[in-house]
């Protein structure tokens, strides 16, 4: 009898589930598959991650050619000579640096081209 009530039980349980899911559409599109798959199924998760792994490519072929700032900053203490007439202890300086590159031969734009057609 216990089996039986068991069986009922888990019967009642995936009939009630199916009755919650709309009933998918005869031509199934990619979208509405997409969307009715779990979102941490492996292979979702693993396309995700690729395409998120080629967006990275893109963009740093992208910034290749891109301005670059760089801050440099040094502090230093010094005991300075005894003729000297600046008596000062400070011997520290700061940077900064703008830089773009103008042209790289194409470079830059293959490696663009190749980060496109990777993703």
């Known amino acids: 009898m216990r089996v039986f009530g068991f069986t009922l039980l888990v019967w009642v349980c995936a009939v009630a589930q199916a009755a919650e899911q709309a009933p998918l559409p005869d031509p199934l599109s990619l979208e509405v598959a997409l969307a009715s798959a779990p979102a941490d199924l492996p292979a979702l998760e693993l396309a995700d991650a690729q395409r998120d792994a080629s967006d990275a490519a893109l963009a740093e072929a992208q910034s290749i050619s891109g301005v ?3 801050a440099i900053g040094r502090l230093r203490y010094i005991e300075p000579s005894s003729i000297a007439p600046n008596r000062d202890r400070n011997d520290s300086s700061a940077r900064i640096a703008l830089s773009k ?8 734009a293959a490696r663009e081209t190749a980060a496109r057609h990777a993703g």
């Open 68 to 70: 670059r700032l760089d």
């Open 101 to 108: 590159r103008l042209y790289d031969f194409g470079y830059s």
